[in-house]
Protein backbone atom coordinates (compact mmCIF):
# COMPACT_ATOMS: atom_id res chain seq x y z
CA UNK A 1 0.00 0.00 0.00
CA UNK A 2 1.19 3.80 -0.54
CA UNK A 3 3.54 2.82 -3.36
CA UNK A 4 6.15 5.42 -4.73
CA UNK A 5 4.71 6.48 -8.16
CA UNK A 6 7.45 8.89 -8.85
CA UNK A 7 11.01 8.19 -8.77
CA UNK A 8 13.92 9.98 -9.01
CA UNK A 9 17.06 9.39 -10.84
CA UNK A 10 19.90 9.99 -8.90
CA UNK A 11 22.66 11.31 -11.66
CA UNK A 12 20.64 14.05 -13.31
CA UNK A 13 17.76 14.78 -10.50
CA UNK A 14 14.33 14.37 -13.26
CA UNK A 15 11.65 13.09 -11.77
CA UNK A 16 9.93 10.09 -13.69
CA UNK A 17 6.32 9.24 -12.89
CA UNK A 18 4.68 5.32 -13.23
CA UNK A 19 2.18 5.47 -15.28
CA UNK A 20 0.24 2.19 -16.62
CA UNK A 21 2.49 0.92 -19.18
CA UNK A 22 5.63 2.78 -18.91
CA UNK A 23 7.82 4.96 -16.92
CA UNK A 24 7.77 8.67 -18.27
CA UNK A 25 9.22 12.02 -17.34
CA UNK A 26 6.84 14.22 -15.27
CA UNK A 27 7.58 17.78 -14.89
CA UNK A 28 7.08 18.52 -11.20
CA UNK A 29 7.31 22.48 -9.77
CA UNK A 30 8.03 23.70 -6.42
CA UNK A 31 7.30 27.04 -4.85
CA UNK A 32 10.08 29.35 -6.02
CA UNK A 33 11.77 31.07 -2.19
CA UNK A 34 12.14 34.70 -2.51
CA UNK A 35 15.38 35.49 -3.31
CA UNK A 36 16.51 37.76 -0.47
CA UNK A 37 15.95 34.01 1.57
CA UNK A 38 16.90 31.97 -1.35
CA UNK A 39 20.32 30.69 0.45
CA UNK A 40 19.72 30.62 4.00
CA UNK A 41 16.15 29.22 3.63
CA UNK A 42 16.78 26.31 1.34
CA UNK A 43 19.55 24.20 3.44
CA UNK A 44 16.34 23.33 6.05
CA UNK A 45 13.71 22.61 3.56
CA UNK A 46 11.98 19.86 2.88
CA UNK A 47 9.84 19.36 -0.02
CA UNK A 48 6.19 17.43 0.77
CA UNK A 49 4.71 16.61 -2.43
CA UNK A 50 1.09 17.22 -3.62
CA UNK A 51 -1.21 17.14 -6.48
CA UNK A 52 -3.05 20.65 -6.93
CA UNK A 53 -6.19 20.71 -8.57
CA UNK A 54 -7.26 23.71 -10.02
CA UNK A 55 -11.23 23.99 -10.00
CA UNK A 56 -13.43 26.79 -11.54
CA UNK A 57 -15.09 28.90 -8.97
CA UNK A 58 -17.89 30.55 -10.64
CA UNK A 59 -18.30 26.19 -11.72
CA UNK A 60 -19.35 25.45 -8.09
CA UNK A 61 -20.88 28.60 -7.25
CA UNK A 62 -23.35 27.93 -10.29
CA UNK A 63 -23.44 24.23 -9.05
CA UNK A 64 -24.25 25.48 -5.33
CA UNK A 65 -26.79 27.56 -7.07
CA UNK A 66 -28.65 24.73 -8.78
CA UNK A 67 -28.62 22.72 -5.53
CA UNK A 68 -30.20 24.80 -3.29
CA UNK A 69 -32.85 25.91 -6.58
CA UNK A 70 -33.48 22.19 -6.67
CA UNK A 71 -33.75 21.75 -2.82
CA UNK A 72 -36.15 24.71 -2.50
CA UNK A 73 -38.42 23.22 -5.80
CA UNK A 74 -38.52 19.77 -4.26
CA UNK A 75 -38.96 20.88 -0.89
CA UNK A 76 -41.84 23.11 -2.18
CA UNK A 77 -43.71 20.24 -4.27
CA UNK A 78 -43.61 18.46 -0.56
CA UNK A 79 -44.74 20.30 1.37
CA UNK A 80 -47.57 21.23 -1.45
CA UNK A 81 -48.77 17.68 -2.15
CA UNK A 82 -48.57 17.22 1.81
CA UNK A 83 -47.27 13.32 1.20
CA UNK A 84 -47.12 12.51 5.30
CA UNK A 85 -43.91 10.53 6.01
CA UNK A 86 -42.08 12.07 3.24
CA UNK A 87 -39.11 13.86 5.15
CA UNK A 88 -38.64 17.66 3.30
CA UNK A 89 -35.27 17.76 2.21
CA UNK A 90 -32.98 20.18 4.32
CA UNK A 91 -32.21 23.21 2.84
CA UNK A 92 -28.87 24.82 3.77
CA UNK A 93 -28.70 28.16 5.76
CA UNK A 94 -28.62 30.99 2.92
CA UNK A 95 -26.24 33.05 4.69
CA UNK A 96 -23.95 30.34 4.62
CA UNK A 97 -24.51 29.80 0.85
CA UNK A 98 -24.27 33.08 -0.01
CA UNK A 99 -20.99 33.15 2.22
CA UNK A 100 -19.55 30.16 0.19
CA UNK A 101 -20.71 31.17 -3.04
CA UNK A 102 -19.43 34.74 -2.97
CA UNK A 103 -16.10 33.66 -1.48
CA UNK A 104 -15.56 31.24 -4.48
CA UNK A 105 -16.20 33.96 -6.55
CA UNK A 106 -13.70 36.17 -5.19
CA UNK A 107 -11.11 33.56 -5.95
CA UNK A 108 -11.88 32.87 -9.57
CA UNK A 109 -10.40 29.44 -9.52
CA UNK A 110 -10.48 27.10 -6.52
CA UNK A 111 -7.04 25.09 -5.93
CA UNK A 112 -7.70 22.19 -3.87
CA UNK A 113 -4.02 20.98 -2.26
CA UNK A 114 -3.92 16.92 -2.70
CA UNK A 115 -1.26 15.42 -0.44
CA UNK A 116 0.61 13.08 -2.14
CA UNK A 117 3.37 11.69 0.09
CA UNK A 118 3.73 8.41 1.60
CA UNK A 119 1.65 8.47 5.03
CA UNK A 120 0.83 5.60 8.04
CA UNK A 121 -1.59 8.03 9.10
CA UNK A 122 -4.02 8.53 6.60
CA UNK A 123 -5.94 10.92 8.30
CA UNK A 124 -3.02 12.95 7.62
CA UNK A 125 -3.85 13.41 4.06
CA UNK A 126 -7.26 14.91 5.24
CA UNK A 127 -5.22 17.19 7.81
CA UNK A 128 -3.21 18.86 5.44
CA UNK A 129 -5.40 19.21 2.59
CA UNK A 130 -7.99 21.22 4.29
CA UNK A 131 -5.49 23.23 6.00
CA UNK A 132 -4.06 23.86 2.77
CA UNK A 133 -7.43 24.02 0.27
CA UNK A 134 -9.32 26.63 3.29
CA UNK A 135 -5.71 29.24 3.62
CA UNK A 136 -5.55 29.12 -0.19
CA UNK A 137 -1.43 30.65 -0.08
CA UNK A 138 -0.46 32.88 -3.17
CA UNK A 139 2.86 31.83 -4.16
CA UNK A 140 5.20 31.69 -7.46
CA UNK A 141 5.84 28.22 -8.95
CA UNK A 142 9.59 27.29 -10.42
CA UNK A 143 10.35 24.13 -12.04
CA UNK A 144 12.07 21.61 -9.27
CA UNK A 145 15.49 20.99 -9.88
CA UNK A 146 14.74 18.20 -7.58
CA UNK A 147 17.77 19.62 -4.84
CA UNK A 148 17.49 19.29 -1.43
CA UNK A 149 15.00 16.86 0.52
CA UNK A 150 12.21 16.06 -1.95
CA UNK A 151 10.17 13.38 -0.72
CA UNK A 152 8.47 11.04 -3.36
CA UNK A 153 4.69 11.24 -4.90
CA UNK A 154 2.56 7.60 -3.55
CA UNK A 155 -0.81 9.34 -5.28
CA UNK A 156 -1.81 9.06 -8.87
CA UNK A 157 -2.90 12.42 -10.62
CA UNK A 158 -6.85 10.16 -11.28
CA UNK A 159 -6.47 9.44 -7.57
CA UNK A 160 -5.80 12.98 -6.78
CA UNK A 161 -8.79 14.06 -8.55
CA UNK A 162 -11.10 11.39 -7.25
CA UNK A 163 -10.39 12.80 -3.45
CA UNK A 164 -10.89 16.61 -4.60
CA UNK A 165 -14.11 16.24 -3.77
CA UNK A 166 -13.65 14.80 0.26
CA UNK A 167 -11.43 17.64 0.67
CA UNK A 168 -13.30 20.40 -0.43
CA UNK A 169 -16.32 18.84 1.34
CA UNK A 170 -14.04 19.01 4.46
CA UNK A 171 -12.83 22.87 4.49
CA UNK A 172 -16.64 23.52 4.72
CA UNK A 173 -18.63 24.45 7.52
CA UNK A 174 -19.88 21.51 9.78
CA UNK A 175 -23.52 22.87 8.79
CA UNK A 176 -23.13 22.23 5.30
CA UNK A 177 -21.43 18.98 5.56
CA UNK A 178 -24.22 17.66 7.93
CA UNK A 179 -26.22 18.42 4.84
CA UNK A 180 -25.82 15.52 2.82
CA UNK A 181 -29.21 16.61 0.22
CA UNK A 182 -27.07 19.55 -0.74
CA UNK A 183 -23.68 17.67 -0.88
CA UNK A 184 -24.08 14.89 -2.99
CA UNK A 185 -24.76 17.24 -5.98
CA UNK A 186 -21.80 19.13 -5.83
CA UNK A 187 -19.10 17.69 -7.91
CA UNK A 188 -15.86 19.37 -8.38
CA UNK A 189 -14.53 19.12 -11.99
CA UNK A 190 -10.79 20.03 -12.52
CA UNK A 191 -10.55 23.15 -14.98
CA UNK A 192 -7.37 21.70 -16.01
CA UNK A 193 -5.11 18.51 -15.46
CA UNK A 194 -3.12 18.25 -11.74
CA UNK A 195 0.82 20.06 -11.30
CA UNK A 196 2.77 18.00 -8.52
CA UNK A 197 4.32 20.57 -6.95
CA UNK A 198 6.98 20.24 -3.80
CA UNK A 199 5.45 22.30 -1.03
CA UNK A 200 8.23 23.68 1.63
CA UNK A 201 7.75 22.23 5.41
CA UNK A 202 10.57 22.74 7.71
CA UNK A 203 11.63 20.29 10.63
CA UNK A 204 11.28 21.94 14.06
CA UNK A 205 11.92 19.46 16.79
CA UNK A 206 9.63 16.12 15.71
CA UNK A 207 6.87 18.77 13.52
CA UNK A 208 6.81 19.76 10.36
CA UNK A 209 6.22 23.77 9.91
CA UNK A 210 4.59 24.81 6.48
CA UNK A 211 6.21 27.53 5.15
CA UNK A 212 3.76 29.02 3.09
CA UNK A 213 0.72 27.43 5.27
CA UNK A 214 2.40 28.94 8.56
CA UNK A 215 0.80 25.14 10.29
CA UNK A 216 2.12 22.45 11.38
CA UNK A 217 1.94 19.14 11.55
CA UNK A 218 3.89 16.13 13.20
CA UNK A 219 6.87 14.82 11.37
CA UNK A 220 5.87 11.59 12.09
CA UNK A 221 2.77 11.77 9.91
CA UNK A 222 4.88 11.77 6.53
CA UNK A 223 7.23 8.18 5.82
CA UNK A 224 11.04 8.96 5.21
CA UNK A 225 11.23 12.33 7.27
CA UNK A 226 13.21 11.12 9.76
CA UNK A 227 15.39 9.57 7.55
CA UNK A 228 15.82 13.04 5.67
CA UNK A 229 16.75 14.61 8.75
CA UNK A 230 18.88 12.11 10.47
CA UNK B 1 13.39 0.60 -9.32
CA UNK B 2 15.57 4.05 -10.22
CA UNK B 3 15.27 6.07 -13.39
CA UNK B 4 18.29 6.89 -14.75
CA UNK B 5 19.13 3.09 -15.64
CA UNK B 6 18.18 1.79 -18.64
CA UNK B 7 14.19 2.38 -18.20
CA UNK B 8 12.99 0.38 -21.40
CA UNK B 9 9.75 1.61 -23.34
CA UNK B 10 6.55 -0.40 -23.82
CA UNK B 11 7.84 -1.23 -26.99
CA UNK B 12 10.98 -2.03 -25.70
CA UNK B 13 10.24 -4.72 -22.57
CA UNK B 14 6.98 -5.91 -24.11
CA UNK B 15 7.53 -9.28 -23.39
CA UNK B 16 8.94 -11.31 -26.07
CA UNK B 17 6.54 -14.71 -25.81
CA UNK B 18 8.82 -16.48 -28.18
CA UNK B 19 10.94 -17.31 -25.19
CA UNK B 20 8.29 -18.73 -22.86
CA UNK B 21 7.06 -20.95 -25.81
CA UNK B 22 10.68 -22.53 -25.63
CA UNK B 23 10.72 -22.81 -21.89
CA UNK B 24 6.45 -23.76 -22.22
CA UNK B 25 8.40 -27.76 -23.35
CA UNK B 26 10.26 -28.00 -20.94
CA UNK B 27 9.24 -26.48 -18.05
CA UNK B 28 5.00 -25.93 -18.14
CA UNK B 29 4.89 -23.30 -15.28
CA UNK B 30 3.75 -19.94 -15.93
CA UNK B 31 6.87 -17.65 -15.63
CA UNK B 32 7.51 -15.93 -18.77
CA UNK B 33 10.83 -15.70 -20.75
CA UNK B 34 11.89 -12.28 -22.20
CA UNK B 35 14.80 -11.11 -23.88
CA UNK B 36 16.52 -7.64 -22.29
CA UNK B 37 16.20 -4.78 -24.88
CA UNK B 38 19.66 -3.84 -23.98
CA UNK B 39 21.72 -6.57 -24.57
CA UNK B 40 19.54 -9.70 -25.70
CA UNK B 41 19.64 -11.53 -22.75
CA UNK B 42 16.84 -14.36 -21.80
CA UNK B 43 15.34 -12.62 -18.67
CA UNK B 44 12.45 -14.53 -16.61
CA UNK B 45 9.76 -12.31 -15.39
CA UNK B 46 7.26 -13.81 -12.82
CA UNK B 47 3.53 -13.38 -12.21
CA UNK B 48 3.05 -10.10 -10.42
CA UNK B 49 6.51 -8.79 -10.83
CA UNK B 50 6.47 -4.95 -11.40
CA UNK B 51 10.42 -4.43 -12.32
CA UNK B 52 13.17 -6.79 -13.25
CA UNK B 53 16.26 -6.03 -13.43
CA UNK B 54 18.53 -8.27 -16.25
CA UNK B 55 20.69 -10.74 -14.37
CA UNK B 56 23.37 -9.66 -17.83
CA UNK B 57 23.67 -6.12 -17.98
CA UNK B 58 22.18 -5.17 -14.94
CA UNK B 59 19.53 -2.87 -16.79
CA UNK B 60 16.28 -2.27 -14.74
CA UNK B 61 13.26 -3.01 -16.80
CA UNK B 62 9.81 -2.20 -16.32
CA UNK B 63 7.34 -4.99 -16.62
CA UNK B 64 4.27 -3.75 -19.23
CA UNK B 65 0.67 -5.11 -18.13
CA UNK B 66 -0.77 -7.71 -17.83
CA UNK B 67 1.81 -8.53 -14.95
CA UNK B 68 -0.86 -10.55 -13.37
CA UNK B 69 -1.09 -10.65 -9.75
CA UNK B 70 1.51 -11.67 -7.01
CA UNK B 71 0.70 -14.63 -4.94
CA UNK B 72 2.34 -15.78 -1.59
CA UNK B 73 2.13 -19.31 -0.05
CA UNK B 74 2.30 -20.17 3.33
CA UNK B 75 4.59 -23.42 4.51
CA UNK B 76 3.14 -25.84 6.57
CA UNK B 77 4.33 -25.77 10.06
CA UNK B 78 2.47 -29.16 10.96
CA UNK B 79 3.47 -32.37 9.82
CA UNK B 80 1.20 -34.79 8.55
CA UNK B 81 1.68 -37.25 11.56
CA UNK B 82 0.27 -34.44 14.13
CA UNK B 83 -2.29 -33.10 11.92
CA UNK B 84 -3.47 -36.89 11.98
CA UNK B 85 -2.85 -36.90 15.83
CA UNK B 86 -5.21 -33.80 15.88
CA UNK B 87 -7.80 -35.32 13.87
CA UNK B 88 -8.08 -38.35 16.36
CA UNK B 89 -8.13 -36.31 19.63
CA UNK B 90 -10.97 -34.15 18.11
CA UNK B 91 -12.68 -37.67 17.55
CA UNK B 92 -12.29 -38.86 20.21
CA UNK B 93 -13.06 -35.62 22.12
CA UNK B 94 -16.30 -34.90 20.22
CA UNK B 95 -17.88 -38.53 20.70
CA UNK B 96 -16.83 -38.98 24.56
CA UNK B 97 -14.40 -41.48 24.00
CA UNK B 98 -16.80 -43.70 21.33
CA UNK B 99 -15.03 -43.15 18.36
CA UNK B 100 -10.92 -43.54 18.17
CA UNK B 101 -8.49 -44.65 15.98
CA UNK B 102 -9.14 -47.87 16.76
CA UNK B 103 -12.66 -48.47 14.96
CA UNK B 104 -12.21 -45.61 11.92
CA UNK B 105 -10.28 -45.90 9.04
CA UNK B 106 -8.27 -42.80 7.45
CA UNK B 107 -9.36 -42.85 4.20
CA UNK B 108 -7.05 -40.50 2.88
CA UNK B 109 -5.14 -37.12 3.99
CA UNK B 110 -3.85 -34.37 2.02
CA UNK B 111 -2.11 -30.80 2.39
CA UNK B 112 -4.35 -28.28 0.29
CA UNK B 113 -3.19 -24.62 -0.36
CA UNK B 114 -6.46 -22.50 0.34
CA UNK B 115 -6.35 -19.23 -1.65
CA UNK B 116 -7.21 -15.99 0.05
CA UNK B 117 -7.77 -12.66 -1.70
CA UNK B 118 -5.69 -9.75 0.19
CA UNK B 119 -7.18 -6.38 -0.51
CA UNK B 120 -4.39 -3.41 0.62
CA UNK B 121 -5.60 0.46 -0.28
CA UNK B 122 -7.04 3.29 1.33
CA UNK B 123 -10.27 3.86 1.57
CA UNK B 124 -11.87 7.90 1.40
CA UNK B 125 -15.90 8.57 2.26
CA UNK B 126 -18.22 11.00 3.68
CA UNK B 127 -21.32 10.26 5.02
CA UNK B 128 -24.15 12.46 6.18
CA UNK B 129 -27.36 11.65 8.04
CA UNK B 130 -29.44 11.77 10.81
CA UNK B 131 -28.63 10.32 13.92
CA UNK B 132 -32.19 9.11 15.79
CA UNK B 133 -32.73 10.01 19.93
CA UNK B 134 -35.40 8.50 22.10
CA UNK B 135 -35.85 12.05 24.07
CA UNK B 136 -38.76 11.90 26.98
CA UNK B 137 -41.03 14.77 26.93
CA UNK B 138 -44.05 15.66 29.39
CA UNK B 139 -46.83 16.19 27.14
CA UNK B 140 -50.06 18.58 27.74
CA UNK B 141 -53.40 16.44 27.34
CA UNK B 142 -56.11 18.55 25.18
CA UNK B 143 -58.25 17.60 27.66
CA UNK B 144 -57.89 19.66 30.85
CA UNK B 145 -59.83 17.24 33.16
CA UNK B 146 -57.51 14.40 32.56
CA UNK B 147 -53.67 14.73 34.65
CA UNK B 148 -52.26 17.70 33.97
CA UNK B 149 -48.98 16.53 32.25
CA UNK B 150 -48.13 12.75 31.25
CA UNK B 151 -44.50 11.68 30.01
CA UNK B 152 -44.32 10.18 26.02
CA UNK B 153 -41.11 9.38 24.44
CA UNK B 154 -40.45 10.71 20.94
CA UNK B 155 -37.47 10.39 18.44
CA UNK B 156 -35.37 13.25 17.84
CA UNK B 157 -33.18 13.54 14.16
CA UNK B 158 -29.84 14.96 15.00
CA UNK B 159 -28.00 15.56 11.99
CA UNK B 160 -24.80 14.31 11.74
CA UNK B 161 -21.85 13.83 8.74
CA UNK B 162 -19.03 11.86 9.09
CA UNK B 163 -15.37 12.06 7.18
CA UNK B 164 -13.40 9.28 6.97
CA UNK B 165 -9.63 8.37 5.49
CA UNK B 166 -8.76 5.00 6.72
CA UNK B 167 -6.07 2.23 5.47
CA UNK B 168 -7.58 -1.04 4.50
CA UNK B 169 -6.07 -4.39 4.69
CA UNK B 170 -8.59 -6.40 3.96
CA UNK B 171 -8.65 -10.72 3.25
CA UNK B 172 -11.66 -12.98 2.09
CA UNK B 173 -11.65 -16.71 0.39
CA UNK B 174 -11.04 -16.56 -3.51
CA UNK B 175 -12.95 -19.97 -3.63
CA UNK B 176 -16.12 -21.71 -2.03
CA UNK B 177 -15.03 -24.24 0.32
CA UNK B 178 -17.36 -24.55 2.89
CA UNK B 179 -16.50 -27.95 3.78
CA UNK B 180 -13.29 -26.62 5.09
CA UNK B 181 -14.65 -24.06 7.48
CA UNK B 182 -12.22 -21.48 6.67
CA UNK B 183 -13.82 -17.80 7.01
CA UNK B 184 -10.93 -15.77 6.74
CA UNK B 185 -7.10 -15.21 7.98
CA UNK B 186 -5.77 -12.65 9.77
CA UNK B 187 -2.79 -11.22 7.42
CA UNK B 188 -1.52 -7.76 9.33
CA UNK B 189 0.22 -9.85 11.80
CA UNK B 190 4.34 -10.48 10.64
CA UNK B 191 4.18 -13.54 12.62
CA UNK B 192 3.11 -15.79 9.40
CA UNK B 193 6.40 -16.01 6.70
CA UNK B 194 4.85 -15.83 3.49
CA UNK B 195 6.87 -16.96 0.95
CA UNK B 196 6.49 -15.76 -3.18
CA UNK B 197 4.94 -18.37 -5.05
CA UNK B 198 6.38 -17.97 -8.62
CA UNK B 199 6.08 -20.18 -11.26
CA UNK B 200 9.06 -22.08 -10.39
CA UNK B 201 7.09 -23.72 -6.93
CA UNK B 202 3.71 -23.51 -8.22
CA UNK B 203 3.86 -27.51 -9.25
CA UNK B 204 5.76 -28.12 -5.35
CA UNK B 205 2.22 -27.32 -3.68
CA UNK B 206 -1.26 -28.48 -4.21
CA UNK B 207 -3.54 -25.57 -4.61
CA UNK B 208 -6.69 -24.78 -4.72
CA UNK B 209 -7.54 -22.40 -7.68
CA UNK B 210 -9.21 -18.97 -6.91
CA UNK B 211 -12.76 -18.79 -8.20
CA UNK B 212 -13.74 -14.79 -7.50
CA UNK B 213 -12.38 -12.52 -9.74
CA UNK B 214 -9.89 -9.64 -8.93
CA UNK B 215 -13.14 -7.08 -9.44
CA UNK B 216 -15.85 -8.89 -7.66
CA UNK B 217 -13.57 -8.73 -4.61
CA UNK B 218 -13.23 -4.97 -5.23
CA UNK B 219 -16.96 -4.75 -5.14
CA UNK B 220 -17.55 -6.70 -2.43
CA UNK B 221 -14.74 -4.83 -0.35
CA UNK B 222 -16.09 -1.43 -1.03
CA UNK B 223 -19.49 -2.91 0.16
CA UNK B 224 -18.36 -4.26 3.37
CA UNK B 225 -16.24 -0.98 3.97
CA UNK B 226 -19.09 1.22 3.00
CA UNK B 227 -21.09 -0.92 5.31
CA UNK B 228 -19.02 -0.65 8.65
CA UNK B 229 -18.18 3.07 8.09
CA UNK B 230 -22.12 3.65 9.11
CA UNK B 231 -22.40 4.49 13.17
CA UNK B 232 -24.69 2.49 14.86
CA UNK B 233 -27.97 4.00 15.17
CA UNK B 234 -27.62 6.31 12.23
CA UNK B 235 -29.61 6.57 9.07
CA UNK B 236 -27.62 7.69 5.63
CA UNK B 237 -29.06 10.06 3.47
CA UNK B 238 -26.35 10.69 1.16
CA UNK B 239 -22.74 9.11 1.50
CA UNK B 240 -19.45 9.01 -0.95
CA UNK B 241 -16.87 6.27 -0.96
CA UNK B 242 -13.70 6.28 -2.97
CA UNK B 243 -11.28 3.16 -2.77
CA UNK B 244 -7.71 4.05 -4.04
CA UNK B 245 -4.36 2.74 -4.12
CA UNK B 246 -5.33 -0.72 -3.60
CA UNK B 247 -3.46 -3.39 -4.60
CA UNK B 248 -4.73 -7.27 -4.75
CA UNK B 249 -2.61 -10.39 -3.95
CA UNK B 250 -3.36 -13.96 -3.33
CA UNK B 251 -2.57 -15.80 -0.36
CA UNK B 252 -2.37 -19.61 -0.22
CA UNK B 253 -2.50 -20.70 3.34
CA UNK B 254 -2.02 -24.77 4.19
CA UNK B 255 -4.64 -26.68 5.37
CA UNK B 256 -5.11 -30.77 6.10
CA UNK B 257 -8.27 -32.06 4.57
CA UNK B 258 -8.50 -35.69 6.30
CA UNK B 259 -11.36 -38.20 5.23
CA UNK B 260 -12.32 -40.98 7.36
CA UNK B 261 -14.46 -44.22 7.39
CA UNK B 262 -17.29 -44.84 10.33
CA UNK B 263 -19.84 -47.77 10.70
CA UNK B 264 -20.38 -46.96 6.84
CA UNK B 265 -19.98 -43.28 6.55
CA UNK B 266 -17.56 -40.80 5.84
CA UNK B 267 -16.75 -38.16 7.89
CA UNK B 268 -14.36 -35.18 7.52
CA UNK B 269 -11.59 -32.67 9.49
CA UNK B 270 -10.02 -29.71 8.61
CA UNK B 271 -6.82 -28.68 10.29
CA UNK B 272 -5.19 -26.07 10.20
CA UNK B 273 -1.44 -26.24 8.82
CA UNK B 274 -0.42 -23.42 10.20
CA UNK B 275 -0.89 -23.85 14.30
CA UNK B 276 -2.38 -27.43 13.91
CA UNK B 277 -6.15 -26.62 15.44
CA UNK B 278 -8.92 -28.34 13.93
CA UNK B 279 -11.18 -25.65 11.98
CA UNK B 280 -13.65 -27.79 10.94
CA UNK B 281 -15.11 -31.31 11.99
CA UNK B 282 -17.84 -33.85 10.97
CA UNK B 283 -17.79 -37.23 13.77
CA UNK B 284 -20.82 -39.97 13.93
CA UNK B 285 -23.40 -38.61 15.61
CA UNK B 286 -24.42 -40.81 18.93
CA UNK B 287 -28.14 -42.51 18.31
CA UNK B 288 -30.59 -41.18 20.63
CA UNK B 289 -33.73 -42.84 21.78
CA UNK B 290 -36.70 -40.20 20.60
CA UNK B 291 -38.95 -40.57 23.91
CA UNK B 292 -41.57 -38.45 22.24
CA UNK B 293 -41.47 -40.82 18.86
CA UNK B 294 -41.05 -43.98 20.96
CA UNK B 295 -43.65 -43.27 23.97
CA UNK B 296 -45.64 -40.17 24.20
CA UNK B 297 -47.49 -40.33 20.35
CA UNK B 298 -48.27 -43.95 20.68
CA UNK B 299 -49.44 -43.07 23.90
CA UNK B 300 -51.84 -40.38 23.02
CA UNK B 301 -53.24 -42.25 20.16
CA UNK B 302 -54.17 -44.84 22.13
CA UNK B 303 -56.13 -42.83 24.58
CA UNK B 304 -57.71 -41.13 22.32
CA UNK B 305 -58.55 -44.59 20.71
CA UNK B 306 -59.81 -45.89 23.68
CA UNK B 307 -61.75 -43.09 24.88
CA UNK B 308 -63.31 -41.87 21.55
CA UNK B 309 -66.84 -43.15 22.63
CA UNK B 310 -67.14 -41.69 26.30
CA UNK B 311 -65.60 -38.06 24.99
CA UNK B 312 -68.65 -38.56 21.78
CA UNK B 313 -71.46 -38.90 24.46
CA UNK B 314 -70.17 -36.20 26.85
CA UNK B 315 -70.37 -33.61 23.93
CA UNK B 316 -73.72 -35.08 22.72
CA UNK B 317 -74.57 -34.97 26.61
CA UNK B 318 -73.59 -31.21 26.90
CA UNK B 319 -74.82 -29.96 23.76
CA UNK B 320 -78.19 -31.48 25.21
CA UNK B 321 -78.25 -29.81 28.28
CA UNK B 322 -77.07 -26.29 26.65
CA UNK B 323 -80.26 -26.24 24.11
CA UNK B 324 -82.29 -27.20 26.71
CA UNK B 325 -81.33 -24.36 28.78
CA UNK B 326 -81.54 -21.72 26.05
CA UNK B 327 -84.99 -23.32 24.99
CA UNK B 328 -86.13 -23.24 28.45
CA UNK B 329 -87.96 -26.19 27.14
CA UNK B 330 -87.82 -29.87 27.23
CA UNK B 331 -87.75 -32.46 24.66
CA UNK B 332 -87.07 -35.78 24.70
CA UNK B 333 -83.64 -36.76 23.91
CA UNK B 334 -84.12 -38.69 20.95
CA UNK B 335 -86.66 -36.15 19.29
CA UNK B 336 -83.54 -33.55 19.69
CA UNK B 337 -81.36 -35.66 18.07
CA UNK B 338 -83.22 -36.23 14.89
CA UNK B 339 -83.71 -32.60 15.31
CA UNK B 340 -80.07 -32.09 15.13
CA UNK B 341 -79.40 -34.25 12.27
CA UNK B 342 -81.69 -33.02 10.14
CA UNK B 343 -80.50 -29.08 10.88
CA UNK B 344 -77.06 -30.87 10.33
CA UNK B 345 -78.03 -32.05 6.78
CA UNK B 346 -79.91 -29.00 5.80
CA UNK B 347 -83.55 -29.18 6.73
CA UNK B 348 -86.02 -26.46 7.84
CA UNK B 349 -85.89 -25.09 11.45
Not at chain 1, 161 to 185: C, H, K, M, W, Y
Not at chain 2, 100 to 121: E, Q
Not at chain 2, 305 to 320: E, H, R
Request: proline residues 6%; glycine residues 8%; hydrophobic residues 40%.
Amino acid sequence: MGQLVTFQCPGCFRYWVLSSEALEPITVFRVAPQESAREADEAGRIHLPFWLVEVDGAGIKAQIEDAVKELQGASQAVLQTGFAGVSVMKLPASSEMGFLAERLEKLGSLVVYVPAFKSLNTYAYLKVGRLLTRIQPSFALERSDGAGHPILCALRSEEAVALVDFIFFATLPESIQENGDFLQRIHLAPARPPRLVELPFRMRGASLVSVIGGFWISGRLVDGVESLVQ
Amino acid sequence: MIAGQTVATKDACAPSFTGAQRTATREPTPAYGATCPECGGTIRINEGDRSVRCGYCGSALYVVSPRGVQSYVLQPKVTPAKARLASIHYMTGHTGGRIGAHNTSIIDMRLIHVPFWRMRGRLMGWISGDRVKAVSVETTPENPSASPVYPTVRDEHESYSRLLFKRVDWSTPACALPCLGLQGISLRTGFLEWDVLDGARRGEHTIALPMRSERNVRKDALSYLTRLAVPAGTTVRASRFHLFDSTFSLHYYPVYMLRYGCAGRMYTITIDGANGAVVHGEVPRKRRVDAKALFFTPAVLAFFAATWFPLVAIALAAAYALDTAQARAYLPPHEWLALRIERLLGGED
